[in-house]
């Protein structure tokens, strides 16, 4: 059979492409895992030919796997089997707004800053916000958060419907309008994190929020991890509405400073945002500041200035790069746990030093009021035995955060790098999920290897 030829068959010739620019682009994200070239990328452009791609794939069982902008870390989008990678970027258009419900129904191949640019003319925002660019599907397949967390939930909160294809074509929705219902089974929340293995979004309608009146942005130094950790510890439990709350190390700090031409103290550092009025955000920061202090705080600093507020933002979303740029030729590997906040401390603790006695270079960092940290880890891809260090890092910060009732990943996924902990995190549940994959896709077409453990 000539694969290309029978889709496009089914789609057009400009739908369908086995050029191999195109396919080594759709052979990996931004994670260290190996790329593997797909067999086509198809361009489908509506629900239709997603339904007719995906009957004709489990008719011939033919591994599909779908693909955002590529921005995942857990190699979610590698299509290790081959197959068909199905390429989002026309099916990028924003349905519909409804400023009055705060909902607005979008395609997949939507990106954050896309769907938050139209927004805000109606006054309105998306509020997770995972750093990159992706694409709304992306994150959905994901169940992404990111900095904005602690306030607003995680992807999964914010879905209210979904359009999904199945493997062999039908098409379901799987919520409704209304903000809430006690009818049927949660299929939002089966779908969403499924990484693609379950079905396929073709459109998505998700809740969104008024930009609030006065955003204020900080910044907190503290002489050491514990100190900081207890001040964002006892800013949440005061109650004070904080929309984010991330934890930079000291090391860290120095690579800003040197990447991004700032002046920061080079001491673990709270950066901190808080939304609301100005009445009442006053009252939050005095009293943010005053448990702040308690905390031995060396630097306390608060920007109202929108472009000093994104300067303040920018070093820290720029950290990844801030370690690339300053070594050229070297990967990242970049860990993702979340634990329970009274696990916090000792979990950021154990990872700094995990990190330096291995003797690599690199970041502890996390949004750490939903008790979400990443380590990023610089290796020389060439040398077996820096691979090695790194891969120990990982499992032994993976390994303390199960220990302690956390997860092996809380926001990136599982993709293929966190499949070896899947049984040890979720015991006889996997067997749950693996009948749940058969039923919904008994050819197994869809994203396979991904998410659960061989």
Same mark, same amino acid.
């Given at each position: 059979?000539?694969?290309?030829?029978?889709?496009?068959?089914?789609?057009?010739?400009?739908?369908?492409?086995?050029?191999?620019?195109?396919?080594?682009?759709?052979?990996?994200?931004?994670?260290?895992?190996?790329?593997?070239?797909?067999?086509?990328?198809?361009?489908?452009?509506?629900?239709?030919?997603?339904?007719?791609?995906?009957?004709?794939?489990?008719?011939?069982?033919?591994?599909?796997?779908?693909?955002?902008?590529?921005?995942?870390?857990?190699?979610?989008?590698?299509?290790?089997?081959?197959?068909?990678?199905?390429?989002?970027?026309?099916?990028?258009?924003?349905?519909?707004?409804?400023?009055?419900?705060?909902?607005? +129904?979008?395609?997949?191949?939507?990106?954050?800053?896309?769907?938050?640019?139209?927004?805000?003319?109606?006054?309105?925002?998306?509020?997770?916000?995972?750093? $990159?660019?992706?694409?709304?599907?992306?994150? !959905? !397949?994901?169940?992404?958060?990111?900095?904005?967390?602690?306030?607003?939930?995680?992807?999964?909160?914010?879905?209210?419907?979904?359009?999904?294809?199945?493997?062999?074509?039908?098409?379901?929705?799987?919520?409704?309008?209304?903000?809430?219902?006690?009818?049927?089974?949660?299929?939002?929340?089966?779908?969403?994190?499924?990484?693609?293995?379950?079905?396929?979004?073709?459109?998505?309608?998700?809740?969104?929020?008024?930009?609030?009146?006065?955003?204020?942005?900080? +910044? !907190?130094?503290?002489?050491?991890?514990?100190?900081?950790?207890?001040?964002?510890?006892?800013?949440?439990?005061?109650?004070?509405?904080?929309?984010?709350?991330?934890?930079?190390?000291?090391?860290?700090?120095?690579?800003?400073?040197?990447?991004?031409?700032?002046?920061?103290?080079?001491?673990?550092?709270?950066?901190?945002?808080?939304?609301?009025?100005?009445?009442?955000?006053?009252?939050?920061?005095?009293?943010?500041?005053?448990?702040?202090?308690?905390?031995?705080?060396?630097?306390?600093?608060?920007?109202?200035?929108?472009?000093?507020?994104?300067?303040?933002?920018?070093? +820290?979303?720029?950290?990844?790069?801030?370690?690339?740029?300053?070594?050229?030729?070297?990967?990242?590997?970049?860990?993702?746990?979340?634990?329970?906040?009274?696990?916090?401390?000792?979990?950021?603790?154990?990872?700094? $030093?995990?990190?330096?006695?291995?003797?690599?270079?690199?970041?502890?960092?996390?949004?750490?009021?939903?008790?979400?940290?990443?380590?990023?880890?610089?290796?020389?891809?060439?040398?077996?035995?820096?691979?090695?260090? $790194?891969?120990?890092?990982? !499992?032994?910060?993976?390994?303390?955060?199960?220990?302690?009732?956390?997860?092996?990943?809380?926001?990136?996924?599982?993709?293929?790098?966190?499949?070896?902990?899947?049984? +040890?995190?979720?015991?006889?549940?996997?067997?749950?999920?693996?009948?749940?994959?058969?039923?919904?896709?008994?050819?197994?077409?869809?994203?396979?290897?991904?998410?659960?453990?061989?």
């Amino acid at each position: 059979m000539n694969l290309v030829q029978e889709l496009r068959s089914i789609l057009s010739d400009e739908q369908v492409t086995s050029n191999q620019t195109a396919l080594e682009q759709h052979s990996k994200d931004e994670s260290s895992h190996s790329p593997h070239l797909p067999d086509v990328v198809v361009f489908p452009k509506d629900t239709q030919d997603v339904s007719k791609v995906l009957k004709f794939a489990d008719e011939h069982q033919i591994p599909v796997v779908p693909f955002g902008v590529g921005s995942g870390l857990e190699g979610a989008v590698i299509p290790y089997s081959g197959g068909i990678s199905m390429d989002f970027q026309l099916m990028n258009q924003i349905v519909e707004i409804r400023p009055y419900d705060f909902l607005v +129904r979008v395609q997949p191949g939507v990106t954050r800053q896309q769907l938050n640019k139209e927004l805000k003319k109606h006054g309105l925002f998306f509020s997770v916000d995972p750093g $990159a660019d992706a694409t709304l599907g992306g994150m !959905a !397949a994901t169940n992404a958060s990111g900095t904005t967390s602690v306030r607003y939930g995680v992807m999964r909160d914010q879905v209210r419907d979904l359009e999904v294809v199945l493997a062999g074509g039908k098409v379901i929705r799987t919520g409704g309008m209304s903000a809430k219902s006690s009818s049927g089974y949660h299929l939002n929340g089966l779908f969403v994190g499924s990484e693609g293995t379950l079905g396929v979004f073709t459109e998505l309608t998700l809740r969104v929020y008024g930009i609030p009146e006065v955003t204020m942005a900080g +910044r !907190a130094t503290f002489p050491s991890i514990k100190h900081a950790v207890d001040a964002a510890v006892d800013i949440l439990s005061a109650g004070i509405p904080v929309a984010r709350v991330e934890l930079v190390d000291a090391r860290s700090i120095q690579q800003v400073n040197k990447h991004s031409g700032t002046d920061y103290q080079e001491l673990p550092t709270l950066f901190l945002e808080f939304h609301g009025n100005e009445a009442g955000l006053k009252q939050d920061i005095e009293f943010a500041e005053q448990l702040i202090q308690e905390q031995a705080c060396q630097e306390f600093a608060f920007e109202m200035d929108s472009l000093r507020r994104a300067q303040l933002w920018e070093a +820290r979303h720029n950290l990844a790069y801030a370690y690339i740029h300053d070594n050229p030729g070297k990967k990242m590997i970049i860990t993702d746990v979340s634990v329970p906040l009274s696990s916090l401390t000792e979990a950021v603790e154990h990872a700094r $030093a995990i990190i330096d006695g291995s003797g690599l270079d690199g970041a502890v960092v996390g949004h750490i009021g939903d008790g979400n940290f990443h380590t990023l880890v610089i290796v020389d891809e060439q040398l077996p035995d820096e691979v090695e260090k $790194a891969e120990q890092v990982n !499992a032994g910060i993976v390994n303390h955060a199960l220990e302690r009732g956390g997860t092996c990943t809380g926001e990136h996924g599982v993709g293929v790098g966190k499949r070896k902990y899947q049984y +040890r995190e979720h015991g006889e549940a996997i067997e749950v999920m693996r009948q749940l994959k058969f039923a919904l896709d008994p050819n197994g077409i869809l994203n396979p290897g991904k998410v659960l453990p061989e």
